[in-house]
């Protein structure tokens, strides 16, 4: 998070729009967050007030949330264009709108009612691959792609592989979420009607398919961006001649 | 509002103290340790099993609780935390890729879980469970040794009456066919025996019945129904050939019974978690048809005729 506040404003060309609210976001997501992870043990026989911390904490943290993005939507808007002609800005701004996702789902799934189905299944799975590649892997690409050349003095070797590892990794984990969700609610809905894990496991066998697919996607996504991180840190400086 | 370091630090100190209580201190010092009542201590093999488990990664797939949702194996007994004391680390599991194991202690027999262990299609065969042969005989057997003994004094419980009921099965198995059947015959509710398939043989349900044949039998008693399914070598008392039964006054009941009940002390698991009426009358009935050759389905004595049934296709 700290990266998107130190590139979107650099990248868009206009300040943050409310030190304040970024202020707001940074203690409320410090008081909340600790306590939330017991909401994986909801259906376990844990301390029941221990349960129901985790899950006021899991809805609390709409709030810091809500703040860092209203403050980066603010600090960008109108200047999106301008965002996207950086290539470390862009896997950013993707960056933030799996943050947005994944921050809806969250406290949605904490809630037990939602777990009767969707605990123990793909969903969950589905669900951590777009908080840590989603949001925490696109930023911090992003805030990789935006630094080195900062850093090292040596451009970027190709922006266009960087868009390339962009789409491959857009485009997997887009249908890795989706075929996950469906199969965790397969799973979760079958498990409650009575049917045992065995008996569903047939079902579940074409959306490991797609997942292994986008799962393809997502490896040779990270390839390339080796492979262009490699050739921009040994290639010649800015204002140096090729060789 | 300003970050100054001030406010950082003792505004840090503030909430750090704050989840240290809520998240540490309190858990632990309100944490109750009491044994639930079928807790007991694990063996020396027993432990050295779950390290097994452990390091094999068992508990990516299998969660270790059981919920009061859930139909599941071990679902008669839902997890209450006293159950948990000895859990260093606790295995209870974030997902499940195969059956919660919480109370699997006893659920089978040694064999079953040995053909299991080694070729898991083999006794379950659309299991996506990978084969764990590599480990070689001894940590197997002490794998298995943790595995029945998970549900403490329930699963104990289980494995002896497993235990005693093998024996009787092996005893009726070597004393030949005939008198195996008898046994098997004789431990059928008389009701159930007296009882034919109330629902007449179509294609259609030969073909359900088929394709749970296929998910569920077709590893122990193969495909043409002889017992010699790749999971034979491994059970003893082995598979059934249903061949056998033929001509000896095997009635749709019975083969409802079984599939339903299950041969506790023989690898033959009871199917009633898994299969519902319908799936249960129609696999009896494709095993009666297509391997015993001899079918009392639809025959007197019989109630009225379920609503489906017609008349001019229906009956066989």
């Not at chain 1, 799996?98 to 939602?114: D, K, R």
Request: aromatic residues 12%.
């Amino acid at each position: 998070m700290g990266l998107a506040y130190y590139v979107v404003p650099i990248a868009s060309g206009a300040p943050l729009f409310s030190h304040a609210l970024s202020l707001v976001g940074f203690w409320t997501i410090l008081m909340f967050y600790p306590h939330i992870g017991t909401h994986h043990l909801l259906q376990t026989p844990a301390p029941t007030w221990l349960k129901m911390i985790a899950i006021t904490g899991s809805i609390g943290m709409l709030i810091p949330v809500t703040t860092v993005l209203v403050n980066l939507w603010l600090s960008m808007k109108g200047r999106l264009g301008h965002l996207h002609e950086e290539v470390g800005a862009k896997f950013i701004f993707a960056g933030l709108v799996w943050y947005l996702l994944v921050c809806l789902q969250g406290p949605f799934q904490s809630l037990p009612s939602v777990q009767r189905v969707t605990h123990l299944t793909n969903w969950v799975v589905a669900h951590s691959h777009i908080a840590v590649l989603g949001f925490s892997g696109f930023i911090g690409l992003g805030g990789m792609y935006f630094l080195l050349p900062r850093i090292t003095g040596r451009p970027l070797y190709s922006r266009k592989l960087a868009d390339v590892q962009y789409w491959l990794l857009l485009t997997g984990l887009t249908g890795f979420f989706a075929v996950l969700t469906m199969a965790g609610l397969i799973q979760g809905s079958g498990w409650l009607s009575g049917n045992v894990v065995y008996r569903m496991l047939p079902e579940l066998h074409v959306y490991w398919v797609w997942r292994a697919g986008f799962g393809v996607l997502i490896s040779a996504g990270a390839a390339i961006g080796v492979y262009n991180v490699v050739r921009s840190l040994y290639g010649s400086k800015l204002g140096e001649d090729r060789p | 509002m300003n970050m100054t370091p001030r406010l950082l630090l003792f505004g840090g100190i503030i909430i750090f103290s704050v989840i240290l209580l809520i998240v540490v201190v309190l858990p632990w010092s309100t944490i109750s340790e009491k044994p639930s009542d079928i807790f007991r201590p694990r063996s020396a093999l027993e432990a050295k099993g779950r390290e097994i488990y452990v390091a094999n990664g068992c508990t990516y797939c299998h969660t270790q609780f059981v919920r009061n949702i859930d139909w599941d194996l071990g679902a008669e007994r839902i997890a209450r935390s006293g159950d948990y004391v000895a859990e260093q680390p606790h295995l209870l599991g974030s997902e499940r890729t195969g059956p919660d194991l919480s109370q699997e202690g006893g659920e089978h027999p040694d064999d079953w879980h040995l053909a299991h262990y080694i070729d898991p299609r083999s006794v379950r065969p659309e299991s996506i469970m990978p084969s764990f042969a590599y480990l070689g005989p001894e940590k197997i057997r002490a794998l298995m040794a943790y595995k029945q003994s998970l549900g403490f004094k329930e699963a104990d419980f289980r494995v002896n009456r497993q235990r005693e009921w093998k024996n009787k099965a092996i005893a009726a198995y070597d004393a030949g066919p005939e008198k195996n059947v008898g046994w098997i015959h004789s431990m059928v509710p008389e009701p159930w025996r007296a009882l034919p398939n109330p629902y007449p043989v179509t294609s259609a349900s030969l073909t359900r019945g088929h394709r749970i044949y296929q998910s569920h039998c077709i590893g122990c008693h193969g495909p043409i129904g002889d017992g010699m399914g790749v999971a034979q070598p491994y059970l003893y008392p082995p598979p059934l050939n249903f061949s056998i039964l033929r001509g000896r006054g095997i009635s749709g009941g019975t083969l409802y019974y079984q599939i339903m009940n299950g041969i506790t002390g023989t690898a033959m698991p009871y199917f009633k978690r898994e299969l519902e009426s319908e799936k249960i009358w129609d696999v009896g009935s494709y095993v009666a048809v297509t391997f015993i050759g001899q079918s009392d389905a639809h025959e007197a004595p019989r109630g009225i005729d379920a609503a489906y049934i017609s008349g001019a296709g229906g009956r066989k």
